[in-house]
């Protein structure tokens, strides 16, 4: 049998996605996802120089964005009751990569007051089970056991973002039912998609995203969500739109510190994957919007989170406090770790803060 060398056509992918699960009803495309579909795979045959691995692995992840579509559209229809479901005052942490944002989510959803996204009901979306079911869940089984082989064969990389099939997971899972994500800009070298994506409008995507929520909470309808993205901040106008009484919290970190850790991420191609880079080009073209400001307009204004590094040894245990915020200071107040904005304020003294280092002592404060 001849190897693939391409990911794949938009028929042909939605005809592997139903084969994989038995199910043909993908839904309206209110959201747009099948011009999506279309760009995308435009970009990977033209601009991602993928290898035959390459193409393989993309293509198992974007079947996997259709098979979760066809779960979601069963489980809606088969669960109506999932349209009545009240999200209030859902918790959204993002911020610029490795600024914390996964420690602060997995902390936040830590609380049993509040429910989170797992992993494994982010890519086969349902009403969340009964916590002493997952184990002997057939699909919950399957994916744990992926994510122990991905450990055991990449053990460099359970540090960076360490992952389960039970483990609370960004919920852009549930953005690329739409296929709008800049997730598969970290995979392939997509400029033309990227474009695309820029001059999109989120909204349907993020109602798909709460419909989504709706379903998996069913049962937990009391308890608050607290979910987390870094790439909220490519769309926080349709965010708001969807969620007007969300609690946006941004992390911040010195900016020479983001680079310093972005740095250590892998400068060549991975083995098998792709010939084409462009992290730096792309990041800088990805986040040049945030430059300017959120142009929302909503009285819940987003919070902004300081990761600072303690001069003590010991943990810190100094209550949350909040402020408030302008949201049009969301992105930029505090852009420039020289020129912070007026309510972009250290957690600690600056006598006392230290640069951050991987073996230095974290504390929060949350400060909006």
């Known amino acids: 049998m001849t190897e693939r060398t391409d990911v794949g056509t938009v028929e042909d992918l939605h005809a592997s996605a139903s084969k994989f699960v038995g199910l043909d009803d993908f839904g309206a495309d209110d959201d747009n996802y099948r011009e999506a579909l279309g760009v995308l795979l435009d970009s990977y045959q033209t601009e991602a ?12 992840f974007l079947r996997g964005a259709l098979v979760a579509r066809l779960l979601s559209q069963a489980a809606w229809q088969q669960h109506p009751e999932h349209a009545d479901v009240v999200i209030e005052r859902p918790i959204f942490v993002t911020g610029l990569p490795r600024t914390g944002t996964t420690a602060l989510h997995r902390l936040l959803g830590a609380d049993p007051a509040h429910q989170g996204l797992q992993m494994w009901l982010a890519e086969y979306p349902q009403p969340r089970p009964p916590r ?4 002997t869940n057939p699909v919950f089984q399957q994916l744990q056991a ?14 960076l973002h360490f992952m389960t099939a039970d483990e609370l997971e960004e919920c852009w899972q549930l953005l690329r039912q739409s296929l709008h994500s800049v997730s598969y800009e970290t995979l392939a070298h997509l400029p033309s998609y990227a474009q695309w994506l820029s001059r999109q409008d989120w909204g349907p995507s993020y109602r798909r995203h709460r419909r989504n929520l709706q379903l998996i909470g069913l049962y937990d309808a009391e308890k608050r969500w607290v979910l987390k993205n870094p790439s909220h901040l490519f769309a926080l106008d349709a965010l708001m739109a969807t969620y007007p009484d969300a609690l946006v919290v941004q992390c911040h970190r010195p900016a020479e510190t983001i680079m310093r850790r972005c740095a250590r991420w892998p400068s060549t191609p991975p083995p098998g994957g792709r010939t084409a880079l462009s992290g730096r080009r792309s990041a800088r073209t990805r986040w040049r919007p945030g430059r300017g400001g959120w142009s929302g307009s909503t009285p ?15 943990p810190t245990s100094s209550p949350i406090r909040w402020r408030p915020w302008s949201p049009s200071t969301a992105i930029s107040a505090c852009r420039s770790p020289r020129r912070p904005g007026p309510r972009c304020r250290p957690a600690t003294p600056r006598a006392n803060r230290a640069r951050a280092r991987p073996s230095t002592p974290i504390r929060w404060v949350i400060t909006g």
Do not use: C, I, V
């Not at 002493?132 to 184990?135: A, K, L, N, R, S």
């Not at 919070?303 to 010991?314: D, E, G, I, W």
């Open 300 to 314: 819940n204004a987003p919070s902004t989170t300081r990761r600072s590094s303690a001069t003590s040894t010991t």
């Open 146 to 159: 992926q994510f122990s082989q991905h450990h055991d064969e990449n053990p460099g990389y359970t540090g």
């Open 132 to 135: 002493d079911t997952w184990d």
């Open 49 to 60: 120089d993928l290898t035959p691995l390459g193409s393989k692995m993309n293509r198992f």
